[in-house]
């Protein structure tokens, strides 16, 4: 039976576009729900500020009534117009293992984007760096994060099948944390606090960091900006993510370095796994999943790392080992014995040098494709 394409719009429809993956992976020990509200919350033109600069369409594919596949299409106006492109993304990418079905899903997309005035689609990725970005090719026996796909690995196939080729890898390393600070890390990091007078920000309450939260972001979008389809977040999406993100943080896990005016010069948001509690509670917060979040930020062996940034003109400078020499010494306090590095651009040295003072292994790596239509 020929494979039907529909497409999708509000909430409800949404919700089950955002479901579709749970029979797909039931079972998979190795696949993270996604949290169900925030998923449709970003996928709502009415309560994602991203709107407001990008277009998306959403599809799922069915095959003798059931649904098989779906797709998100996206074009990000601000990223193509700050990297000179005309490009449209692909995104939320799942399907069965059928050819047919993931070449309808792909066709439909690159359609659209050339309906649209686009020269290529290139994914998966979301509305903004912000959104979970690349497929997996390697560790598919590795627990995900809530940060990052998963994915079946015929994925890679059937993407490459359909004509897609490597436009940018990332890479993920699993550290261990159950050390001291490194020696060369408090040596450098104190050269650096001292010559740039800068301090770490001990907090006591929430609204101790909320002081920080839109410097921190300013920070990001500085040293983010040369960064694989970076486009700076705008003052909407940066309130969307504190109001978003900032009730769940842990204050033990966050690191913000600060100059003699006090402006942030670094910061490190860091988290105890919520990977094994979001899958407990099957992507649902509640009536009693906030149960299993609550009890996984209390007790835990893992950490997630998900933004560090330190200001371009202190970049390479040994700022970002005030970071470690702040949290490294929390991480053995709380019991933590690992950390996941969640994913960095295979060409940023600097950011993967950092990793060589730790016992680690590079355990994942995730792609982004392109193609030209």
């Known amino acids: 039976m020929a494979i039907e394409i529909k497409e999708i719009s ?21 696949w993270v729900p996604p949290l169900i509200f925030d998923e449709v919350n970003a996928l709502d033109p009415r309560k994602n500020p991203s709107f407001e600069f990008c277009e998306a369409k959403l599809w799922m594919a069915y095959k003798d009534g059931r649904a098989v596949g779906r797709i998100a299409g996206i074009i990000n106006h601000r990223a193509n117009q700050i990297w000179n492109e005309r ?55 590795e627990l995900g994060t809530i940060a990052t796909y998963y994915n079946h690995p015929y994925y890679p196939i059937h993407t490459e099948k359909a ?44 609204k101790d960091l909320l002081k920080y939260a839109h410097q921190i972001f300013e920070v990001l979008n500085e040293s983010f900006r040369p960064l694989y389809g970076f486009a700076p977040l705008t003052d909407a999406q940066i ?3 504190i109001k978003m993100y900032f009730s769940f943080i842990v204050l033990d896990f966050i690191s913000v370095v600060v100059d003699e005016h006090d402006k942030v010069a670094a910061f490190g948001i860091t988290m105890p796994s919520l990977s094994k509690a979001v899958q407990k509670s099957g992507g649902k917060i509640l009536p009693f999943g906030f149960i299993h979040i609550l009890r996984a930020m209390k007790k835990n062996d893992t950490v997630d790392f998900y933004l560090t940034a330190v200001r371009p003109e202190l970049q390479g400078k040994g700022v970002n080992a005030l970071l470690f020499i702040d949290l490294i010494p929390k991480y053995r306090k709380f019991g933590i014995k690992k950390a996941e590095s969640n994913v960095e651009l295979e060409n940023n040295q600097m950011v993967r040098r950092q990793w060589d003072m730790f016992p680690k292994r590079q355990h994942k790596r995730r792609r982004a494709y392109i193609k030209h239509i």
């Open 239 to 241: 309130d969307y993510y």
């Open 163 to 206: 004509g897609y080729q490597k436009d940018v890898d990332w890479l993920e390393y699993e550290l261990n944390a159950e050390v001291t600070v490194p020696e060369k890390f408090i040596r450098v990091g104190q050269i650096a606090q001292e010559r740039y007078k800068l301090s770490i920000v001990q907090f006591k309450k929430k």
């Open 10 to 30: 509000g909430r409800k429809e949404i919700k089950k576009f955002v479901c579709f993956p749970f029979p797909l992976y039931k079972g998979n020990p190795f």
């Open 87 to 141: 490009n449209a993304r692909f995104g939320w990418l799942d399907f069965i293992d059928d050819f047919e079905v993931s070449s309808a899903l792909f066709a439909q997309v690159e359609n659209w984007a050339k309906s649209m005035g686009m020269k290529a689609v290139q994914g998966p990725l979301g509305f903004s760096d912000m959104d979970k970005e690349g497929m997996l090719i390697e560790g598919f026996e």
